[in-house]
């Protein structure tokens, strides 16, 4: 019975000693140095057990592998990687995981870029087959008049030029890009908010608009409030 009683201590000791140096060397991420960011934006990991060196390690978001600019035992310097997801960040030192740690991957990021010439809203934005977005139409924000001037953003340039002006100013009209790289622009509201029949045609070529058939019934498209 004594003998047993040893073999059981004799084994509870190990097992002590074994889980507390699993501890002592579990890498754990303790912060990010953001919870979010762009693909290729660079993260700061700060914990503990990294290992001086990466040797073998990685460092995942979400499962895809990260490259590491920067390692040391207690930080790691790596860049989003380009398949990376919206999910858990975490850190493998000779084939044990560390802790997971949230991160969110943004999707987009969007800056500034050209002004319009004349400030508008509910205008329609078409992409030419140039490239170039055909911006029509619109109302100003302090008469609530609608506009006739017509405007081109170049995402090349990231500047907006002007171009023809629409025969009839309108609101809440549509423009769709047909076959043959022209535009057709039909129905809105006019200044008295009555709706509008007649249709126009842009010519990217020559940057003008000429009228074209009429709406059999004129109308516009429902109000975006």
Known sequence: MARMIRQLVILVSLCVVFSGALFATTPSITSLSSASGAIGSSVTITGA???????????TFNG?????TGWSAGSIVVSVPTAATTGYVTVTVGGVVSNSVNFMVATANLTLTGSLATARMFQTATLLNGGTVLVAGGVDGFQYLPISSV?????????????GNLNTARIFNT?????NGHVLIAGGSDSNW???GAAELYDPASGTFTLTGGLNTALHTPQPY
Do not use: K, R, W
């Open 175 to 179: 423009a769709t890009l047909l076959m």
């Open 194 to 196: 009555n709706q509008i």
């Open 49 to 59: 057990n990294f290992g001086t060196t990466q040797d073998t390690s990685t460092v």
């Open 151 to 163: 405007e081109l953003y170049s995402p090349v340039t990231g500047t907006v030029t002007t171009t």
């Open 64 to 68: 895809t592998a990260a490259t590491a």
